[in-house]
């Protein structure tokens, strides 16, 4: 299919930047080689989608080297965001090795990673701690911004009112804690904090068998078999659509859905639904939560969501 061309469409934020209503989420496997997960991403830079985000946590680095070599040559107009994963190595070293596998000098943004312990993030952000220390790094150029990506609403919720993040990242899709939606969006809008939400298909098992990001089933019912004999590659337990998932995010309205397109033919799904988007009623919305629940059912640790 011919890739359209997404608009930026508002700020992220108070960063001043136009985001496009879709995000480039993780690119990487390492069984695909670094070529063609970059030409993937630079088909999803052809269609103008100019949010990245990546981490070194993501293969091993990898994730960092597909989008480093996809960016050389045309990195003007894009925001890239990448991560904090370790609490307990210093930031700056962190910060230059990240830079380093980017083969980049700056990032627009550092967030850091799975924070979901909230104590732990009252540590991050008290004076003198690691917060301050990313802070260094913007005054000295390495990023523009700073931000927390968290699985805890609570989490969310503090580092909002706390004045200290540009940008924060969490779930926002058809199964996730409704405190998400009804109470961290409206604040981050209020306080004016970019926000960046992901598991807009529940990593996947919204749409298929899978415990996560293409992981079988650890007990997966038998498909029905296919002429060959085999079993069929089609999901046989309860699900939704590409269409009804980002169709049910983009009415929720974030500044950004970010979507892990690793394939073309995973940008194509999300592209078509996000063309045919119309903001759904709130009964459509209502029979989308409820069916995701029984989708996701028997399909492993949901865990975005606090335990």
Known sequence: MNVPRFEPRRPLGKTGFSA??????????????????VATLRRGLDACLNLIDTAPAYEEGYSERVVGSALQGRRDGLFLIDKIDHFDRPVQDQVDGSL????????????????????????????????????????????????????????????????????????????????YVRELLPLAREKGVGTVCFKTF?????LGDT?????????RPRGKLSSGGSDSAAP?????????????????DP?????????????????????????????????????????IQGKGDVWWNPR
């Open 255 to 295: 500044d950004v859905a970010l979507l892990g397109m690793s394939f073309p033919n995973e940008q194509d799904a999300a592209f078509a639904a996000a063309r045919s988007f119309r903001p759904l009623t709130p009964a459509q919305l209502e029979d989308i939560r409820n069916r995701a629940v029984t989708a």
């Open 20 to 37: 496009t209503a879709l995000g480039l989420g993780d690119i990487a496997d390492r069984n695909v080689p670094l070529s063609e997960l």
């Open 202 to 206: 529940g990593a996947g098992k919204l």
């Open 100 to 179: 380093k596998n980017l083969g980049l000098g700056h990032t627009d943004a550092f967030v850091f990673h799975g924070v979901s312990d909230l104590a732990l993030w009252q540590r991050i952000t008290a004076p003198g701690g690691m917060m301050d220390d990313l802070k260094a790094c913007v005054k000295s150029g390495k990023t523009r911004f700073t931000g927390v990506s968290s699985h805890h609403p609570d989490v969310v919720r503090d580092a909002i009112l706390g004045g200290r993040c540009d940008l924060v990242m969490f779930a926002v899709g058809p199964f996730v804690d409704a405190r």
């Open 236 to 252: 046989t337990l309860p699900r939704l659509t590409v269409e009804e998932c980002l169709h049910y995010t983009l009415t929720l």
């Open 211 to 219: 415990e996560g990001y293409q992981r079988p089933l650890s007990s």
